[in-house]
């Protein structure tokens, strides 16, 4: 069972530099999301989608843009990686409603 | 806005001993509540799920109860072993679009 595979998982980044997250699940969940992991903050949510062809923001959303056009994948962009964006993000998946989350195991990104 | 709280932020137990940690959230209107295990550098492993209407889950060594009405939710840990060492994070599933919400943390260390 693969669940939910994120790649890379390590990345370093020149800021000003843009790159692309990569998620992806086979559990055929409609609901996917990316969060960001940093020290003393908690896990915060930056994009969700409810499924193809539709995304919202959540509470960190500047900066990035995803879309989602299969229920497979959501891959979320940096237009132009800033220090700030230095973190750990994590891509899930869940059913809509009441289910269980499915986390990946994330990336950990560095913009110098 | 949902705030999630855990107390204590970092532990340290002996080998054998009985836990507890806590979870607290605002907005007692949520649809359930997740247990999150999280070793070093790694991802996100669901260790229980609660649905609201749901008093209390049991998995092998582990329970949580819901108490949703206080705002409270809190994971025993019997007989803790030095593998159990890791941070247990709680997220509550509210509002919109199955976002969850995070607490920060409770860093375990189970000692010989």
């Known amino acids: 069972n693969a669940g939910v595979t994120q790649t890379p998982k390590f990345q370093v980044l020149k800021t000003g530099q843009s790159m692309t997250l990569q998620c992806a699940q086979d559990?055929?969940?409609?609901?996917m999301s990316w969060y960001r992991q940093d020290p003393g903050m908690g896990l915060r949510l930056i994009h969700y989608?409810?499924?193809?062809?539709?995304?919202d923001q959540g509470e960190v959303p500047n900066g990035y843009n995803v879309s989602r056009s299969t229920t497979e994948d959501f891959p979320l962009r940096l237009l132009s990686a800033a220090p700030s964006q230095t973190s750990v993000y994590f891509c899930?998946?869940?059913?809509?409603?009441?289910?269980?989350?499915?986390f990946g195991q994330g990336t950990r990104l560095t913009v110098v | 806005k949902q705030e999630v709280t855990q107390i204590p932020a970092a532990l340290s137990v002996p080998e054998g001993e009985n836990l507890v940690l806590n979870c607290s959230f605002t907005?007692?209107?949520?649809?359930?509540l997740q247990w999150f295990r999280q070793d070093p550098g790694k991802g996100l492993t669901s260790l229980l799920l609660?649905?609201?209407?749901?008093r209390e889950q049991t998995s092998g060594r582990l329970n949580a109860s819901l108490d949703k009405s206080s705002g409270r939710s809190t994971l025993y840990i019997a007989a803790s072993q030095p593998g159990d060492s890791a941070t247990y994070l709680c997220?509550?599933?509210?509002?919109?679009?199955?976002?969850?919400?995070f607490g920060t943390g409770t860093r375990l260390q189970v000692t010989l």
């Open positions: 997220a509550v599933k509210g509002g919109t679009a199955s976002k969850l919400t």
């Open positions: 609660i649905q609201s209407s749901q």
């Open positions: 899930a998946s869940s059913y809509t409603g009441r289910a269980e989350a499915f």
């Open positions: 907005d007692s209107a949520i649809y359930n």
């Open positions: 559990m055929n969940h409609e609901y």
């Open positions: 989608s409810v499924g193809a062809g539709i995304t």
